[in-house]
């Protein structure tokens, strides 16, 4: 079984600046994946970035990167330069090959003009 | 380009009416999933098919069933929807490694 636990329900940001939202995880697979998804209101979810468990490297894509903490358990994710269009809701997520994926609560992120 | 596609995007239906909601993709991946949504929370999967194959969550209700007549569609039938079954109803597809590719939701309103 997989839990993912992301501890903050909403977080604020002024435009431009750095904001990092948490998640944590658990899992008993020995090859797993890790995402972070957008969920826009009203609209799709779309792959913000994904993290393979056996590489050592974080993922970065553009202004969004994470920290990958294996030993911890842990899987930020920073957005950099925010922009208002990185309002969204955000979702940690975890699974591996055809499995469905475990998504954590999610964490409401609002950009301040 | 549309890559997976749900119809209908809003779905009124009665309570005890059944229901089917559908998803194609134009990805020909080999996996296919529906998630529920309910407001304000994480999605949940319902089930899941590799290829053929049905996977169901073990928590999934009797009254969800699903079809997958080929590879590029699939279909979530309620049979007798309560009004706890309101909510997003998401199909998602995967190759079978790396990421899903979600599609837009059907929203689904019981009266």
């Known amino acids: 079984a997989q839990t993912v636990t992301q501890s903050q329900p909403e977080m604020s940001v002024q435009e431009a600046e750095t904001v990092t939202l948490s998640c944590t995880y658990d899992t008993s697979e020995s090859d797993y994946y890790l995402f972070w998804y957008k969920q826009p209101p009203s609209r799709q979810m779309i792959l913000v970035i994904r993290?393979?468990?056996?590489?050592?490297q974080n993922a970065t894509e553009n202004r969004f990167s994470v920290n990958f903490q294996k030993a911890a358990k842990s899987f930020s994710l920073k957005i950099s330069d925010s922009q208002l269009g990185d309002a969204a809701m955000y979702f940690c997520?975890?699974?591996?090959?055809?499995?469905?994926?475990?998504f954590g609560k999610g964490t409401h992120l609002i950009i301040q003009p | 380009d549309a890559m997976v596609i749900q119809n209908p995007r809003y779905q009124v239906t009665q309570f005890g009416k059944p229901v089917t909601l559908s998803c194609s993709q134009t990805?020909?991946?080999?996996?296919m999933y529906w998630y529920q949504q309910k407001s304000s929370q994480a999605p949940k999967l319902l089930f899941h098919?590799?290829?053929?194959?049905?996977?169901n969550e073990a928590d999934t209700p009797d009254n969800f069933q699903s079809r997958r007549p080929n590879t590029s569609f699939c279909f979530l039938d309620i049979r007798s929807p309560g009004l706890g079954d309101a909510a997003m109803y998401l199909c998602?597809?995967?190759?079978?490694?790396?990421?899903?590719?979600f599609g837009p939701g059907t929203r689904l309103t019981v009266t």
């Open positions: 990805l020909n991946h080999n996996v």
């Open positions: 098919y590799y290829d053929k194959d049905f996977n």
């Open positions: 993290q393979e468990a056996y590489k050592q």
């Open positions: 998602a597809t995967s190759s079978g490694y790396y990421e899903q590719y």
């Open positions: 997520a975890s699974g591996g090959g055809a499995d469905g994926l475990t």
